[in-house]
């Protein structure tokens, strides 16, 4: 990561170099398309809202991006996907190492069946941190930032099943943290959740954003929150019975000045 | 339930129609009665049967009489009830690491053609009658062990068959059990990088970990069971066994041999191998349940 951006005023985000560029990808389920055609890029260090209906392919084109596709059967990807220099989609691609540097939350918070420690120090070892001092500092490190420290820092060899929706997602959040990825995808991290704890995992990823310099990117439902935390703005819509991406741009044009007709009735709230 | 719309039914066919939901509860009920009063009524055969010689000789004599000689009044069951413990503990011993890992490539590393294909092989394995694997054991595996160490009847013998029968039980059951893990584990797992082999032992055993004791369980029952099979290659010879190589014979393989020509004391006797084995049984079915229960 280069560059640090403080605020979210457009001149110091479009000046910002593309991380992920997309182009022309698809992604068909048996021969049956999900989304067509879809092309754009990603800026460092911002926060991408992808918004749209249900079943426009929000998912399937996030999982394009940390190549969990690959492992969906009869799921077949086309395009191209450059991840700085890297690209994303050849074969020959180290997923293991790649899943490292982007990191997911998804919608249903999905911790592992072990203590709310081991959830983190598990993956740690995985990814070769032998030393356990070195873990044990990492464990409290992503757990304070997620704000659950003080909550369990008592009861950390609990199961992790024994905590609320809103933790379990936070504690996602703290286990994707600890392998220090530089990307995020998030798949309605917040729909599953209630209100205040939809909430504080809004704040956790637009503070985490600022103090990591995370580039996010965010599918979400809600409109209002895709307003307040993103930068950057795209609808996915269902056109001829495939996914398409209607419309990207910065997230002030997106809701304020829409160009697309779809866009526009979306975000009134007379569409989708 | 809505009214009858003709006005022809019978009283009894509308009343039928009105109550056709509690009919049917109430015939599944009667049919889980019968199922259960027939269980109990083979425990109270059984008592019955082996009551005559339990009050004449007494528990003991079973397990301190000098050998199994009952047509002189020697009831030791001690050599064949390490028989029967022995084939099984082997057989268990087998067939649960090899069941579980079958299980865990079919689900995990196999490709989908393949996995399908050696499902359906497993499932065939768990369809072929006992005397066929007993046959097999008789005119194949016998004369190898021969070879390796005379007679080839033998404990070993026993323990292999068992192996190859009771390995498609925990085989299906296990891969049964992965096939609930639920499927945000193992995709939360992928997506953070993790080993196939970190997440099987991390996560995908210690969740499907009562699923995989009530396959050990289940296969044990088969196992302790088994009588054609096992018959066909033990040998038969009422010892406790020094060595693998030696020929044992089971509780369930003493009854199939002696009941057709059993009497009085010792028929009664053999009823009681069959109480104990059935007790055993018992116990296994009880500890399932718990499991299952503490899920
Ligand atoms: N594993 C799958 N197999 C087959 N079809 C799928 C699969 N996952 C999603 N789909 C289909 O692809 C389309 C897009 O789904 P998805 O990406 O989940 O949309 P969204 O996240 O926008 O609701 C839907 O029509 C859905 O039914
Ligand atoms: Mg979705």
Known sequence: MTKSITNNSQSSIQDLQ?????QQLSLSYKNKPAFQDVTFSIPQNSITAIVGPSGCGKSSFLTCLNRLSDLIPNC???????????????????????????????????PFPMSIKKNIVFPLKEHGFANAQEREQIVEEVLTDVGLWSEVKNRLEDSAMSLSGGQKQRLCLARALA???????????????????????????????????????IVTHNLAQAKRIADYAGLFWVEEGCGRLIEFGTATQFFNAPEHELTKAYIQGTKG | MSKPKT?????????????????????????????????????????????????????????????????????????????TGLTMFGSVLLATPLGILSA??????????????????????????????GFWGLVVLVPMINRLHPPGTSLLAGICILTLMILPTIALVADAAFAEIPQEYLLGAKAMGLSASGTIWHIVIPTAKSGLLIGVI?????????????????????????????????????????????????RSALFVSGLLLLMIIIVLAIATELIDQEV
């Open chain 2, 104 to 133: 865990i490539f079919c689900h995990y590393y196999a490709p989908q053609s393949i996995a399908i294909i050696y499902r359906r092989l497993i499932e065939l394995l768990a369809g072929i009658p006992s005397v066929v694997y």
């Open chain 1, 18 to 22: 593309p991380l992920i560029q997309i």
């Open chain 2, 218 to 266: 289940l296969e044990t029952g088969r196992a302790i069971g088994e009588t054609m099979a096992v018959l066909m290659v033990c040998g038969n010879v009422v010892q406790t066994p020094d060595s693998i190589f030696d020929p044992i014979r089971t509780l369930t393989a003493n009854i199939a041999l002696e009941m057709a020509y059993a009497l009085g004391n010792h």
């Open chain 2, 7 to 83: 006005l022809s039914q019978s009283p009894l066919q509308s009343w039928f129609t009105r109550h056709k939901d509690q009919c049917l509860v109430w015939l599944l009920r009667g049919l889980a009665a019968i199922a259960g009063a027939i269980i109990l009524l083979i425990l109270i055969f059984l008592i019955k049967e082996s009551l005559p010689v339990l009050q004449e000789v007494g528990i003991k004599a079973f397990f301190q009489d000098r050998a199994w000689n009952p047509v002189e009044q020697s009831y030791n069951l001690v050599p064949m009830i390490w028989g």
């Open chain 1, 76 to 110: 077949q990807v086309s395009g191209h996907i450059q991840l700085g220099t890297v690209n994303l989609l050849s074969p020959k691609i180290n997923t293991t190492a790649l899943r490292r540097r982007i990191g997911m939350i998804f919608q249903k918070p999905n």
């Open chain 1, 179 to 217: 392998l220090k990825p530089e990307i995020l995808l998030m798949d309605e991290p917040c729909s599953a959740l209630d209100p205040i704890s939809s909430g504080i995992v809004e704040d956790l990823i637009v503070r985490l954003r600022h103090k990591y310099h995370y580039t996010i990117i």
